[in-house]
């Protein structure tokens, strides 16, 4: 208790209100199993990530991030050389007993922890050569998971990096160049993406004028997802008795496409507070965040808020034809057993620093 | 930084609310019309059953697996696919399903099909093991349905009075025997349910409307299937041994007037109708009908009406003597005649039917009168509709009024018909008739429904008149020189024997109608051949021997305790599957 009292609770509430969301909806894409073996079993270890990371202690945490970024890093070039090809994609490795690891999964929380750890040692960067290092700590990474090839998971660094950045102090002068920068390369990007991711895009572009035959190949997955959604409507079709979901027509609808299903089967109702539980959670880490003087637990809470938003948005978004359709999960609800780990690993190492605060910052302070 | 995020994410909210509240009407509407189908439930038709509660017909559940998506709209076995990837997932399919790749090929990768039928009949575990290939190819276009087939597990045995199913349009219609004649009985209730597809494999949706089927309660007969099958193997071997263009065979208790068994060659199989059968010029299929229900003369087998009549109206005593005219009666030309080995002397009533005297019989006849033979086919209900089927077309053809008049009534309609010509009637009838000779003289209607009440016979004859004709048909029987007739210790029986040569055709109709035990009749048989070719063409060689074997087994049947399991023999062809072997 005394812990909970020292730390930011607010936090603790809000995962698992998602994660029983997850669990619902795992369910229901499982064919109406109100509790999927599977699924327990994934949050039950991350429950135990959480807690075991949060009791790890925040000064073990503060000397270990190099060590973390470091085998994450080795995990990732692991994976590239001797991972598992599913779908022509390299992206897991085979543990004990069945279990799987996506590397790539482990390095978004590596990557904010090395990233709140830099900018703690070297806060408030005033000009664009300050931002390189750090950028590197990205970049490469990001390299790494593109080969993979994830384009998702690897787009999802680039919004991190300039949040927490921006939460270090950097002026907006330094990082509008940052932020323009890729919206300028994405059409020379276009040139070198895979044929399919190729396809994807041009699909995402033209949704409105799908042929049928686009609609059953390149335009799948949004087709679907899109009726999946608006069929929703104000109150959805029940629990697993979504049409596009039972019928199987919505495909990795249990894992990148989860949200079409709460969207069908809770309609608006049900979807727009999922929404906007998912980003309270963003949104309270942020704002603890902001409240703690000490940098390297102001970045890294800040980070893990970011961290949440961005998934919400990339994975909502591509799901409404926001964005080109590309696989990215939403953490504690898809299925993954990575994603759902690392959500609790990440929420355990955010209640440990926080846990350790010294006196907070009012908006005041923060402001100077 | 936190505003471009907000940014994003309330205009992702925007996207929600343009979808699910601004579209969403439209768009349910039409995710529901692509994938929501009322689909009527056909209920199982119901069981036809025998008088033990055998099966003769019955529905049973089987999967066909089909293919019902345009090639272009599907996620596996697409002509485009990688060809190594297709053949893996084509021979998959293919040798689960039992059919050759190549037609499997052919037909799943033509881009102008967009349904087929790719196997049926399916068993259990092929079922199995294509729904688990299916569902590792989710999207293949391809399909398990099931559906109800009807199943004849008595196989030939009966078959014509069982009939058979056809499809119409969908709609399976009984076109023969009980199933035409019970079409709406054995149609159960439909039922209805509203699904979400069916690709899903995951079942049904209680949300969206279900109704059960009911399948229709069973018709239960008064039909044996075992005496069905020693029927069928009877005549069978009358056809095998006698070659005759058609034979027809009827089973009846005389106690009850229940019909036991009928049947014919040709004849066919229920479960795979079409085969076993033969067409005549303009394509009908002759196996279908029954010829039991086609009329003919009944020859000698009529002589026992007109004697029980005559002795029943007092026109003659049992010790009268009738002259045989030294075997020609030369009432008109050309005369009468007896059949060879008919004794020229002197005969009683019952030598009359033992011998099978034509010129006695037209003699009894006449002295019975014009009248009297008219009221005694009457009586014995020779005209009336049987009503046992759909297709009986008529119950038999009396000689016209004008023949009956006159000079033209006793020198010429009278004898003939006292002798079984000039008259037709059905061998179904004939059975029927016959029962009321030798149960007493009572005449019971037909009875095929095991619900149906019996009603009252219609007292025909007397019992002391009854009796003597059993004593004379069983002489018949035992004349020392029919020895062809089968016998057995302990069990007497009696018959009598019609042989009519046919005008305009020259060949012959055989026919043999059989009682027994002669002590307490209960059952009769009639058994007719029509132009056979083999040896012999007199009734008793030709039919008497089966109504003989099919008479002993039926007694022994009817005295047995109904068994459920080997009512059958093998012999009969019999299926518990509808899969030819």
Redesign the interface.
Known sequence: MRFLKKTDWPIIPLALGIMWVGLTVQGSVSGGVRYPPSHVIRMVVAGLACVLCAAWGERRWRKSPWLVYGICLALLVLVLLTGRSTNNARRWIDLFGGFKLQPSETMKFAVILALAKWFGDHPKPRRMADLYRPALLVAVPAILVLLAPDLGTALTFVPMFLGVAWLAGTPWRVLRWVLILPVLLAPIALLFIQDYQQERVMSWWKQSELTLEEKADVGFHLWHSKMAVGSGGMHGFGWARGPENRLDRLPERHNDFVFPVIAEEHGFVGASLFLLLYAALGAAAIALAVKHRDPFTRLYLGGMGLHFLVHLILNVGVTLGVWPTTGLPLPMVSFGGSSMAMAGVMIGVGLALSASRGPVFTSRAWED | ??A??GI??V???F???Y???D??????G???SR??YETEIEAPRGKILDRHGAVLAEDRGVWALEMDEPA??R?HLRPGMERELLKRELTLIAEAAGVPLAELAAVVLNPKKTYAVLADDLSSSEHRRLAAILRTM??SGIKMRRHWRRVYPQGRALAHMVGLLVDHDGKREGVLGLEAMCQDDLHGQDGSKAS??V??G?GI?P?LGFQAAQEAPAVETTLDSRIGAVLLEQLDAVQLEHNPDWVAGVVVDVRTGDLLAIGGLPDFNPNWPGENTTRDEEGHLLGLALPAFWPIEPGSTCKPFIVGRALQEGAIQETDTFSNRGGTWNIRKPPIRNASGVPDRPMTPREVLAYSSNIGAGQIGLKLGVDGVQRAFRDFAFWEPLGLSLREPFPGIEPAAKYWKGKQGTIWTVPSVSMGHQLQITPARLAYSFAALVNGGQYFKPRLFAGQPIAAPRKVLSESVSKFLCMAMTDVVEMPHRVWLPRSSGFRWGGKSGTTQKLHESNYTSLFAAFGPTENPEIVVVIVADNPKGKEHYGSKVAGVAAGNVLRRSVELMARAPRSVDLVPASTGVMFSNRKP
């Open positions: 930084m936190l471009p995020v994003i994410f205009l992702t909210f996207r929600l609310i979808f699910q509240l579209q969403g009407a439209e768009v349910e039409r995710v529901l994938v929501m272009k709209l996620r989710r999207g979400l597809g690709a899903g995951r949706n949300a």
